[in-house]
C-alpha cells in the first residue's frame, strides 16, 4: 500500500493485537478486521483511542471467519514470563474440523469462543488487500471469499500458510494455492523468515525518509512461489501441478507468509469462480468427523517440528515426490 492508499480499504482476518490495523490507517486507509479474542481486541482498540480520528475508519467483527456455521472455541495461551519468545503469545489457534492447528501448546491457556462468519456476507465491495493470519484456517477463510475474489476488485493478498499433520488441511492448502495461481489469476511470492522479521533501513536516523511512490519496491525481493514451473526439468512424464509443487517442495519450514498480486489479464465478473475441495476426496461430498481435541486449557508437549514436507520429531525432513501425485491428483 502506498500513498494512494487512503481511498482504499483493506479486509484483515485475524487482528490480533492491531498491528495491521493500526499501520494501514496510519496510511489513510479504512479497515475491516476480524478478531475474536477479546483480550486482543482490547489491545487494539486502546491503540485505537490513542491514535484521534483512528476508530472513525475502522469497522471490527468480534468473530472467526469460518466456512462452517456456529460457535468455536479458541485456545489462548496466558501470558507467561518464563515463554522464551513472548511475542508467540498472540498465536491462538481454533477448534475447528481439523482440532487446534496451530498454538503453543507449552503455555496454559483459556478458551474464547466465537460465532463464526462468512466473508462474502459481510465484505460486498473492493478491497485493496485481503489478509488472513488464522494459525492454519486460511484455506476455510478464502473459501469464504469466493464471491469477493470473484466478483469484486482485489489486487492484493497475504496470507500465512501452516503445515500440519492433518491430511484433509493439507489438501485444502495446496487446492486453494492452485486456485489463486489459476482461475484468480495471483501472482504469489514467499516472504521468507529472514526478511519477514528485518527492521526498515534506516537512514540518517530515520527509516525511509522518502515519500511512498519513490520508495523501493520490495516485490521483487520476494521469492517466487512456486520458485519456477513444476515441470520445467522434467526427463520423465511430469505430473506435478503448481499448487503441490510450491506447497511440498518450496515450501520448507513450519509456516510461511505468502503475498499476491492480481494479475492485469483478470477481470471482476458476475460469475463466481467456485472453490476447490477442503478435503482430499470429494467422491461421497461428505465432510469427515472432527479431530477430538480434549482440554484446551491444558498444556501438551510438542508433538514435532516440520522440517521440509513432512513432519519428524528431531529427525530431517526432506519433500517427498511421491506425495506430488498423491496431493498433486487427488486434491483437485
Given at each position: 500500500m502506498r500513498s494512494d492508499a487512503r481511498v482504499a480499504s483493506p479486509c484483515q482476518v485475524g487482528g490480533n493485537y492491531g498491528w495491521y490495523t493500526?499501520?494501514?490507517?496510519?496510511?489513510?486507509?479504512?479497515?475491516?478486521?476480524?478478531?475474536?479474542?477479546?483480550?486482543?481486541?482490547?489491545?487494539?482498540?486502546?491503540?485505537?483511542?490513542?491514535?484521534?480520528?483512528?476508530?472513525?475508519?475502522?469497522?471490527?467483527?468480534?468473530?472467526?471467519?469460518?466456512?462452517?456455521?456456529?460457535?468455536?472455541?479458541?485456545?489462548?495461551?496466558?501470558?507467561?514470563?518464563?515463554?522464551?519468545?513472548?511475542?508467540?503469545?498472540?498465536?491462538?489457534?481454533?477448534?475447528?474440523?481439523?482440532?487446534?492447528?496451530?498454538?503453543?501448546?507449552?503455555?496454559?491457556?483459556?478458551?474464547?469462543?466465537?460465532?463464526?462468519?462468512?466473508?462474502?456476507?459481510?465484505?460486498?465491495?473492493?478491497?485493496?488487500?485481503?489478509?488472513?493470519?488464522?494459525?492454519?484456517?486460511?484455506?476455510?477463510?478464502?473459501?469464504t471469499a469466493a464471491a469477493l475474489l470473484s466478483r469484486y476488485s482485489v489486487p492484493a493478498i497475504q496470507f500465512e500458510l501452516t503445515h500440519t499433520s492433518n491430511e484433509d488441511q493439507t489438501c485444502a492448502s495446496i487446492n486453494m494455492i492452485e486456485h489463486l495461481l489459476g482461475p484468480l489469476a495471483f501472482e504469489l511470492r514467499q516472504i521468507m523468515p529472514a526478511s519477514l522479521h528485518n527492521p526498515l533501513p534506516d537512514v540518517s536516523g530515520r527509516p525511509y525518509p522518502r515519500p511512498w511512490k519513490t520508495a523501493p519496491s520490495a516485490w521483487n525481493t520476494l521469492v517466487p512461489f512456486p520458485s519456477k514451473p513444476p515441470c520445467a526439468s522434467a526427463t520423465k512424464p511430469c505430473e506435478w501441478q503448481s499448487g503441490s509443487w510450491a506447497y511440498l517442495v518450496d515450501f520448507k519450514g513450519y509456516s510461511t507468509n505468502l503475498f499476491g498480486l492480481r494479475r492485469a489479464s483478470f477481470r471482476p465478473g458476475v460469475a463466481v469462480k467456485p472453490w476447490p475441495p477442503l478435503q482430499c476426496s470429494n467422491v461421497t461430498g461428505k465432510r469427515p468427523e472432527k479431530v477430538d481435541s480434549g482440554d484446551l486449557t491444558r498444556k501438551r508437549p510438542e508433538s514435532g517440528s516440520w522440517q521440509g514436507a513432512h513432519m519428524t520429531k528431531g529427525g530431517r525432513g526432506r519433500a517427498k515426490g511421491g506425495r506430488g501425485k498423491r496431493y498433486g491428483r487427488g486434491a483437485a
Open positions: 493500526l499501520y494501514s490507517l496510519a496510511l489513510g486507509c479504512s479497515v475491516v478486521v476480524f478478531e475474536p479474542v477479546p483480550r486482543y481486541l482490547e489491545v487494539m482498540q486502546l491503540g485505537l483511542a490513542l491514535n484521534p480520528g483512528f476508530a472513525s475508519r475502522v469497522t471490527i467483527f468480534s468473530n472467526v471467519v469460518y466456512d462452517e456455521p456456529g460457535e468455536y472455541s479458541l485456545r489462548v495461551p496466558n501470558v507467561n514470563r518464563h515463554l522464551a519468545r513472548p511475542l508467540s503469545l498472540g498465536m491462538t489457534g481454533m477448534d475447528g474440523r481439523a482440532g487446534v492447528l496451530k498454538t503453543i501448546w507449552l503455555a496454559k491457556a483459556t478458551v474464547a469462543k466465537a460465532k463464526a462468519v462468512r466473508l462474502d456476507d459481510i465484505v460486498q465491495r473492493d478491497v485493496c488487500l485481503l489478509k488472513a493470519d488464522v494459525e492454519g484456517y486460511e484455506p476455510q477463510v478464502f473459501q
